[in-house]
């Protein structure tokens, strides 16, 4: 249980599982997925609510290293390490 992809696939799949429960906490599913997409974009906020997702990763990523998890820990900063690029890019080159 304590190998590093583990720690990479949850890194990467949580703050998409957090957007998702931001989208259905703010909008109650009334609306579609890209409606809530675009009016980041009009907004200009895309980058801001990445960043609020990649949060949960810092719980799971607590919880990790208290069990002495540490490869999985590791697979989680490698995997928030990769969000962190990607909100630069979309910050300064797409918004």
Known sequence: MNKRYIGVILGLILPVITMWALYEFSYGGDRPVSEFIESLIRLQSMSTMIAIACLSNLAVFTIFAYTDKYEV???????????AFAIVVIKFFVQ
Do not use: A, E
């Not at 820990?73 to 969000?83: E, F, K, V």
């Open 73 to 83: 820990s590791r697979g989680m900063i490698l995997s928030t390490i990769l969000w």
